[in-house]
């Protein structure tokens, strides 16, 4: 039960709707547990100590079903920070210019070739245009 608490501590008590339903089935079993406790204390019975023995394996089943529930949880809280924290990765590489070379310049600016592209376009636009809209 230790454990459960310091894991709910590390969660911060917030876990999802399903853990929290086992939560409760946990500390209602826990205490129909001391129950039997004091029942086979009052009358040591045979069938006593078999529903103790019955509810004693249950709980610690279903402990063990909520701790590793709960490692999990705290396991992705965990990753989710470190993403978070992680630097975002360089989109490009740098490269290394040497003392000696001049860094390459991008040519910027527009090429022959598309200007003359450009006007053989419209030309041919603008003729077809006159050429339909006379018929």
């Known amino acids: 039960m230790d454990k ?3 894991l709910l501590k590390e969660l911060g008590n917030k876990v999802p709707k399903s853990v929290g339903l086992k939560l409760d089935e946990y500390y209602d079993l826990c205490d129909r547990l ?5 029942e086979l204390k009052e009358n040591p019975t045979e069938e006593n100590q078999s529903k103790f023995n019955e509810n004693t394996e249950y709980v610690n089943s279903l402990n063990l079903k909520i701790v590793e529930s709960l490692t ?20 490009a590489p740098t490269s290394e210019v040497k003392p000696d070379e001049k860094p390459k310049e991008e040519k910027k600016g527009v090429s022959i070739f ?13 003729g077809a245009y006159n050429y339909f809209s006379k018929k």
Do not use: D, R
Request: hydrophobic residues 50%; proline residues 5%; without cysteine.
């Open 4 to 6: 459960i608490e310091l």
């Open 34 to 38: 001391e129950v039997a406790e004091e």
């Open 72 to 91: 999990n949880l705290v396991k992705q809280k965990k990753e989710k920070e470190v993403e978070a924290s992680a630097p975002a990765p360089a989109s």
């Open 114 to 126: 598309g200007i003359a592209l450009g006007v053989v376009l419209l030309v041919g636009t603008a």
